[in-house]
């Protein structure tokens, strides 16, 4: 196995991305989708950066220089230049960060997968850099197989189990309960609406006073189940 892969917490982390061309933009623009503190260091910026409002990010308009580092949780090098990517990676390497370079033949410490998102629900995948074409093609293959359904099923997940718990704490037999709920095909059901249906499993499973519509439209909460 190439990497080791994960998923990372960025909340309110600084994140240096050097370079505000078109990949530069992509990379603020996820960073600051995760709550990241964004800082974009480069000489020119793309309109969309310009023109962003977000409290996330912060534009410098200045060459790189090892200093900006400083206090950074991730770098990206994200120019045009490999010369100045590999400057980058190296000033990284030597204060301790970890580098992302893109679209370079040096991918750095680590590379970001294609992902589908829904909701609390993420799906990578990744071809450990050989093919981004790929990783693409089957990212878009996976956005099918779990449509917003999906995003649905999360929130009705996340909040029985939060009604489970007020209930009182008995991790054997919610683990059994969520268990049996993931094996029923909840996910079709959804997509065609099949509320009836939903509210079945739900009865016979956890008893009274569990609804989808009761259940499906509260804000779920951010726990894994």
Known sequence: MKYYPIFLDVTERPCLVVGGGS??????LG???????????????????????????????KPF????????????????????NARVREAARQAGVLCNIADGKDKGDFILPSVVNRGDLQ?????????????????????ILFGPEYETMLTLMANIREKMLAKGHDPEGHRN????????????????????????????????????EGLASRAPSNQEQ
Do not use: H, M, Y
């Open 31 to 61: 960073l600051a989708k995760a709550n990241a503190r964004v800082r974009v260091v480069s000489l020119e910026f793309s309109q969309a950066l310009a023109d962003i409002s977000s409290e996330n990010i912060c534009l410098d308009k």
């Open 123 to 143: 799906v990578a995948v990744s071809t450990s850099g050989a093919s981004p074409a790929l990783a693409k093609k089957l990212g878009r293959e996976l956005g």
């Open 177 to 212: 309960v969520f268990t049996a709920l993931a094996d029923q095909d909840l996910p079709a059901l959804i997509a065609a609406g099949n509320t009836k249906e939903i509210d079945a499993v739900l009865a016979r499973l956890l008893g009274q006073g569990f609804t989808f």
């Open 23 to 28: 990949v530069g933009t992509r990379k603020a």
């Open 65 to 84: 220089d090892s200093g900006d580092l400083n206090g950074a949780a991730l770098v990206f090098a994200a120019t045009d230049s490999e010369a100045l």
